[in-house]
C-alpha cells in the first residue's frame, strides 16, 4: 500500500522560506510525474506544482510561479517543494501525490503569519 508522508511545514512571518518533504512507502517515485497541492479547510485541494519522473519538466501554478520549486531525489524516493517569498495567502496544509492517483497522507501545515 502506498503511504506518503509530508513534512517540514511550520509557522514563518510573511517573506520568509521553507522547504517541504514528501517521502514515499509502497511506491517507486520515480516511476511517476509528483505534484504537491494545497488546500485550506472546507475547500478543494488546489494543484501547486508538477516535476516530471526525470526531473526535467517543471510546471507551477500562476500563484506561485517564481516563487516555488519543486524537485525530486529519485534514489531516496523524495519529493519537495521549496517555498520562497511566503505570504499569508499560502497558508494551507500541503500535500504530495502522482495525478492525486494515492490515498493522501496527512499533509504538512503551512501557516504564514506575522
Known amino acids: 500500500q502506498v503511504q506518503l508522508v509530508e513534512s517540514g511545514g511550520g509557522l514563518v512571518q510573511p517573506g520568509r522560506s521553507l522547504t517541504l518533504s514528501c517521502a514515499a512507502s509502497?511506491?517507486?517515485?520515480?516511476?511517476?510525474?509528483m505534484s504537491w497541492y494545497r488546500r485550506t479547510s472546507g475547500k478543494e485541494r488546489e494543484w501547486v506544482a508538477t516535476?516530471?519522473?526525470?526531473?526535467?519538466?517543471?510546471v507551477y501554478a500562476d500563484s506561485v510561479k517564481g516563487r516555488f520549486t519543486i524537485s525530486r531525489e529519485n534514489d531516496k524516493n523524495m519529493v519537495y517543494l521549496q517555498m520562497r517569498k511566503l505570504g499569508p495567502e499560502d497558508t494551507d496544509v500541503y500535500y504530495c501525490?502522482?495525478?492525486?492517483?494515492?490515498?493522501w497522507g496527512q499533509g504538512t501545515q503551512v501557516t504564514v503569519s506575522a
Open positions: 501525490n502522482a495525478d492525486r492517483r494515492w490515498p
Open positions: 516535476i516530471e519522473r526525470s526531473g526535467g519538466g517543471r
Open positions: 509502497g511506491v517507486t517515485l520515480s516511476n511517476y510525474d
